[in-house]
């Protein structure tokens, strides 16, 4: 497909609306492929990546403090809206490629432009171009679904996590705050059973409890400021570490896909006067680490600085002024800030495409 598109833009090069179209079509696909390729040729570290940010979640899932269970599963819901979204989206894709059927083969128009070095409106070249394009739909779907999806749960659950921290952060200095443990009370079991999102009281989502990551930490015997400021600080490299690791595998992508939003975004509006989802909702879901320094600062260090602690308290003070980025090649960070650049840049393109055609006109 992205072969006879390339073919078509060619023929078709000094028609702008035909080649306008046929960008649509090539941009997507290619960012597509690179995403199918870059998940196939590392998907060993994908999936160890993918383990690496759930484990703790499927241990807190159970955790006795009320606040957290709030938060994961009001993370589960969006997760299912997620999903929901780009299923239909991808029914919808492929729908409107299969479901005119009979009129395609009647009219021998494919859906899909194309340009081919053989007669592809005979049959039974053209079902089989036909099928083809269908199958190759599917095939690109499912791969967006599959990277998508991912990417916005490793978001949504690193979230989860630096809000948890936060929370751990400011209970560092006050032992009289217990930890939570990994047995869930009825009491609370059935107040999350009966959860609904928009009846969600503020106090509920509070975090009254300092919140362990493994079975280890929640079995300490002699609690103290340091092994919880510890135990805060070794987290939050962890997690440092695991956007690290994904800004290796994926930042080229993340870099394809900032430059396809921008110019699918300049030719959609372009082709709208005539006549990108996932970017909006990984910046609305990117990280708010913001609020993580403060709360490192908040924790009581100042009250516990020793020899032995200086160290630690130091390394956990500047690491939390080092600002979480999701990276999108060697020029690109992933932030609200990147996407309204895209958007203007955009539609500057735009207004110098409308303009050069009502000056043709």
């Known amino acids: 497909m992205v072969a006879a598109n390339i073919a078509d833009f060619c023929i078709n090069i000094d028609d702008i609306l035909e080649v306008s179209y046929n960008l649509g079509f090539i941009l997507a696909l290619i960012t597509t492929n690179f995403k199918a390729a870059a998940i ?7 999936r160890q990546l993918i383990d690496d940010v759930h484990r703790p979640i499927s241990l807190l899932k159970y955790s006795s403090d009320l606040g957290v269970l709030t938060i994961i599963r009001t993370g589960l819901v969006f997760q ?3 999903y929901g979204a780009y299923i239909f989206s991808a029914a919808s894709t492929v729908g409107t490629n299969i479901l005119p059927m009979k009129l395609v083969l009647k009219t021998r128009q494919l859906p899909v432009r194309g340009e081919y070095p053989f007669n592809g409106t005979v049959s039974p070249n053209f079902e089989i171009i036909y099928g083809a394009q269908s199958y190759a739909l599917l095939v690109a779907c499912l791969w967006v679904l599959v990277f998508d999806t991912t990417l916005l749960g490793f978001i949504r659950w690193i979230n989860v996590q630096l809000v948890i921290l936060q929370a751990n952060f400011r209970h560092c200095d ?3 705050t217990g930890r939570a ?7 609370n079991y059935q107040i999350i059973k009966g959860f609904s999102l928009f009846g969600v009281p503020e106090e509920q989502e509070e975090i009254r409890s300092f919140i362990p990551f493994t079975e280890e930490e929640a079995n300490v015997e002699d609690d103290s400021f340091v092994i919880r400021f510890r135990s805060c600080v070794m987290h939050h490299r962890r997690l440092i570490s695991h956007l690290n690791e994904f800004n290796d595998l994926f930042n080229v992508v993340l870099f394809g896909q900032i430059l396809t939003s921008c110019t699918l975004t300049c030719v959609g509006l ?28 908040q924790s009581g260090w100042e009250n516990n600085i020793s020899k032995e602690t200086k160290g630690l308290i130091l ?3 500047i690491q939390g002024l080092m600002p979480m980025k999701m990276k999108a090649g060697a020029f690109f960070i992933f932030s609200m800030k990147t996407y309204l650049t895209v958007i203007r840049t955009s539609y500057s393109y735009f207004a110098i495409l409308s303009t050069t055609t009502s000056s043709d006109d």
């Open 174 to 176: 006050d032992i009289a």
């Open 315 to 317: 390394n956990g003070l």
């Open 40 to 46: 196939y040729y590392q998907q060993n570290k994908f």
């Open 181 to 187: 443990s990994f047995s869930m009370s009825d009491r």
């Open 80 to 82: 299912r809206c997620d």
């Open 270 to 297: 372009f082709q709208l006067v005539l006549v990108g989802i996932l970017t909006f909702i990984i910046i609305k879901n990117f990280f708010k680490n913001d609020k993580l320094s403060v709360s490192i600062y």
